[in-house]
DNA sequence: GCATGCATTAATGCATACATTAATTCGAAT
DNA sequence: ATTCGAATTAATGTATGCATTAATGCATGC
């Protein structure tokens, strides 16, 4: 449960630094003090920490001692980690939702992610591109069973959000990943199992790859 | 980083809690409000809370709006979510530390922990067992290089803690458990990848089945 | 007797004040 | 000029008090 929290200061607090950590309004290594965190959001240091620790266990943000909390900075080994486990996990979570044999209604939430993948490609919309690649990944997770599968790789996809977002423009068209996801689907849709893990493993491997190079080509994190 | 808290008091009170919690010394489903907790600590509501909010995070307690903290329950569902994933990721970190072809020296905290089993096992000690146990699994984490990697599995490790610990007598003598260490670490010591993920998984299965099997002949977990 | 609603009680959410501690700056001495 | 050290500054750690809000019990009416 990455975000459960109830008190209307604390969520507010934690909701809008997320949103803005995740947009790279807040940049990687940007660092304030509680204080100054307290005053942008114009609330008390109580609630701010709260949410500030709260951030630092989802890995977004990185407190230290006497230098104020700084939002995680980009870095190539940390993606390489947070990669290496998605291979592992979502074939795994893959698996698990086609061994549920789910009808089409359960299943809609991805084939319109992937539908909404073919249509943002074909306009060339990276955006939208994006987005529905990212409703998918997270769809398929809500779909098995195994809550702290579905919040540990939740974390996981957000602290590699930004790295995404950063080099989606230096990719290539995505033409192969969009279409890995319509043979992800089909497989899950036959329940094929051993299929779709072994699909979803190639994918992720494609995806951890292609992203590596980039950040390493064009200098983009630091480590 | 479940344990990245630097302040005495904070520090304190989660790691009396979080001790008090494996040893279930605080059982599960304990409740009780924050101010209860610390006047139980000696402290003031601040430390805490953060570090009741730290232990929400590790999964090993539950903040419930306005009934208090309690001790996360064992529940069977939870145990069966747990070893799922360490199924999943345990025989990943083994392969990822038999590729490293580690020499005898950095494999020596692993085979003095299977060498502890096998003492234990001879003398029918079966805490020693279960502690060198502990050791073998915790330490094959260490020695691979994927930070995130360790701390979600030690988290879920922790997790599983109470419910191993309450079975540990009703088991027959672990012998075939005792064996797959000595065979999982021979293959890591071999750098044989493949074999060591393989072995570790039916290591991981089999346990996960005893568990499991003993948690509902005995009616020991909720749901 | 039961249900509804209000009052009481107590816990949590949040703000604030104080204590502690570390970084930094400035000055003095070598 | 450089280094050591003390004083200042500022951030974090902790305590506390107040506000808010939900649960509980009691009374009242049906």
Redesign the pocket.
């Known amino acids: 449960m990455p975000s459960v929290i ?5 969520e507010q607090a934690y909701g809008k630094l997320k949103w803005e950590i995740l947009q790279n309004h807040l940049p990687p290594g940007f660092q304030a ?3 100054e965190f307290a005053l942008r959001l114009g ?5 701010v920490r709260e949410a500030l620790l709260h951030l630092e266990a989802d890995g977004l943000i990185e407190m230290k ?2 230098h ?2 700084r939002v995680t900075p980009l870095s190539w080994n940390d993606m390489r980690d947070i990669y290496e486990i998605l291979t592992t996990l979502e074939p795994e979570a893959a698996a698990a939702v086609a061994e549920l044999k789910p009808d089409q209604k359960t299943l809609k939430p991805l084939s319109d992610a992937t539908d909404g993948m073919e249509k943002a490609l074909a306009k060339n919309d990276l955006d939208n591109w994006a987005a529905a690649d990212d409703r998918f990944h997270r769809g398929l997770l809500r779909l098995q069973n195994n809550r702290r599968l579905t919040d540990f790789v939740t974390r996981l996809l957000d602290q590699s959000h930004r790295a995404r977002m950063i080099t989606l423009r230096m990719r290539n068209r995505p033409t192969q990943s969009t279409e890995d996801h319509r043979i992800i689907l089909r497989h899950i849709e036959n329940g094929e199992a051993g299929k779709a893990r072994e699909m979803y493993r190639r994918h992720r491997e494609r995806a951890a790859s292609e992203l590596l190079t980039l950040l390493q080509n064009y200098r983009l994190t630091a480590l």
């Open positions: 109830r008190s209307p200061r604390t003090s509680e204080p609330m008390s240091r109580t609630p001692p006497r104020g909390a």
